[in-house]
């Protein structure tokens, strides 16, 4: 079935240290972009890409860094110098730019920072 | 920073009664989506509605949208158990490359 397989599910991360989360799609969709999301919050945009070997920062990108290498895959790093990473982290693709339709998520993973 | 809010925060109703939510936003959109996500999981897609319609419907959902006052609805008719989650709108705009969550609705419905 096509779809965005988020991994992990659950991650817990030592202070200082960095953490990779997954995202893969098989939709064959060319944007890709990861959400943070806060209890009692909505979604606020990490990073996107449009394209390979493109991507851009959103309104919260201090403290993570992504890559785009292939069009199925967007990774995000949690690094060490996100001062707040313990969130719920929802990636998403959507087919074409973010104002022409829907967008899909992951089932997203959870960071938690001991 | 957000762009849709919301209203109201949390709402519970019973089984088969008919659950509205509202969404408020500041700025000219393009398009306003509605989307649900069940606890700890990802966001599901309901309907999206451009600047350019009034109303919409799919199944139980009713999504109507006032440009001139910037807000939508959200109508879910004959509500069940299954439709507790929590309800986001999302806006985007033909200059940018982002899409507005607001902060939901949770919606409980009691069996």
């Known amino acids: 079935d096509g779809g965005i397989t988020q991994s992990p599910k659950y991650l817990f991360r030592k202070e200082g240290q960095n953490v990779t989360l997954s995202c893969e799609q098989n939709?064959?969709?060319?944007?890709m972009y990861w959400y943070r999301q806060d209890p009692g919050q909505g979604l606020r945009l990490i990073y996107y890409?449009?394209?390979?070997?493109?991507?851009q920062k959103g309104d919260i990108a201090e403290g993570y860094s992504v890559s785009r290498e292939k069009k199925e895959s967007f990774p995000l790093t949690v690094t060490s110098a996100q001062k707040n990473p313990t969130a719920f982290y929802l990636c998403?693709?959507?087919?074409?730019?973010?104002?022409?339709?829907?967008?899909?998520f992951g089932e997203g993973s959870r960071l938690t920072v001991l | 920073s957000q762009q849709g809010e919301e209203d109201p925060q949390a709402l519970s109703i019973q089984e088969g009664e008919n659950a509205t939510m509202n969404c408020s936003y500041k700025?000219?959109?393009?398009?306003l989506q509605w989307y649900r996500q069940n606890s700890g999981r990802g966001l599901v897609h309901l309907i999206l509605?451009?600047?350019?319609?009034r109303e919409k419907h799919s199944g139980r959902l009713r999504v109507t949208l006032d440009t001139s006052k910037k807000s939508s609805s959200l109508l879910i008719t004959a509500s069940r158990a299954a439709d507790t989650a929590s309800y986001f709108c999302a806006t985007d705009s033909y200059n940018n490359n982002d899409m507005r969550f607001g902060a939901g609705t949770r919606l409980t419905v009691k069996p």
């Open positions: 509605i451009r600047s350019n319609e």
């Open positions: 998403a693709s959507s087919r074409g730019a973010i104002n022409t339709g829907e967008l899909f």
């Open positions: 939709l064959n969709h060319d944007a």
């Open positions: 700025t000219s959109i393009n398009n």
């Open positions: 890409s449009q394209i390979v070997n493109d991507f």
